[in-house]
């Protein structure tokens, strides 16, 4: 992807030096936490807060790696549980095998919780004002929880082998994985203090971002192997995929439509910033 790539490598290098750390006596749940973080992955949603505030407030960089953390710490919670047994049951996330078969289900599930709940503590703890810690922790509960990605999921697995509607599969993924994709340039917009208008564009630019992001990973499950992808592909014929519901052409099709309509929303922000996530975009999308 077409980061600053500066600012990709002090966050890995910040990640890093700041892995969980556990007391205690418990043989492999520190070592579980930590390999989870490390196993690598697009860190996307850290880059996307990161690269906001390094274009509208470069000073505040380095005060904004605890909240970045704390974002790829709920993000990770999500696949964690996401990839459990009673969910998804995959072995294999970020190109390692997942926690539940390296381990059990029960250090799965705590890990995921514990990834959950560190997240806001790294997050009240950043060095930024007491006002935009509590606003930041509000925008990711709000995203992350019950009016976002937590629904989102519920419904997931609630219509496996159900067909949805058009409509009710981008309300699906909206919740599941858009809102946090949004959340996250909000959430750089928050610490770099954008005004409430900006504030507004930056999100539902996010939120369309992120549905362009599931379609690509629906496109990408019908059409990559486990090693290109670097976890299980081929894996949703029981869900409610944009492949699925409107076939692959139908799905690429849509995709060039989102890209579109995204372009359209990049034209609302800051020129400076615009560029910036263009850029982002095109890394990551081939276009």
């Known amino acids: 992807m077409s980061y600053n790539i500066k600012i990709l490598e002090d966050f890995e290098q910040y990640l890093n030096d700041n892995l969980p750390k556990i007391e205690g006596f418990h043989p492999h749940f520190e070592k579980a936490l930590q390999e989870i973080l490390i196993a690598g992955g697009k860190r996307f949603r850290p880059m996307l807060l990161l690269n906001v505030v390094d274009v509208c407030a470069p000073l505040l960089i380095k005060n904004s790696h605890p909240v970045a953390l704390g974002l790829e710490m709920l993000h990770t919670y999500s696949l964690i549980h996401d990839d459990l047994p009673a969910m998804d049951d995959a072995d294999l996330r970020r190109g390692h095998v997942t926690l539940h078969v390296t381990y059990d289900e029960v250090t799965a599930i705590l890990a995921g919780d ?18 935009i810690r509590i606003e930041l922790v509000k925008i990711l509960a709000k995203n992350g929880g019950s009016e976002g990605m937590v629904i989102g999921q519920e419904i997931d697995c609630e219509f496996e082998d159900k067909i949805l509607s058009q409509d009710e599969l981008e309300f699906l993924h909206l919740n599941k994985t858009a809102k946090l994709i949004a959340a996250s340039l909000l959430m750089g917009a928050t610490i770099s203090e954008l005004d409430d208008t ?30 290109e992808a670097g976890k299980p592909t081929h894996n949703d014929e029981h869900k409610n995929s944009f492949v699925n519901l409107l076939g692959l052409e139908g799905a690429i099709e849509y995709k060039k439509k989102a890209l579109k309509a995204l372009h359209v929303d990049l034209k609302k922000l800051d020129k400076n910033l615009a560029d910036r996530l263009d850029t982002i975009v095109k890394g990551y999308f081939n276009g």
């Open 114 to 131: 514990a990834l959950n709940t560190d997240a806001f503590y790294k997050i009240s703890n950043a060095p930024l004002s007491a006002d």
């Open 198 to 227: 900006n504030k507004k564009a930056i999100y539902n630019l996010g939120l369309n971002l992120g549905l362009l992001f599931q379609i690509q990973d629906d496109i990408i499950d019908a059409t990559q192997s486990v090693e």
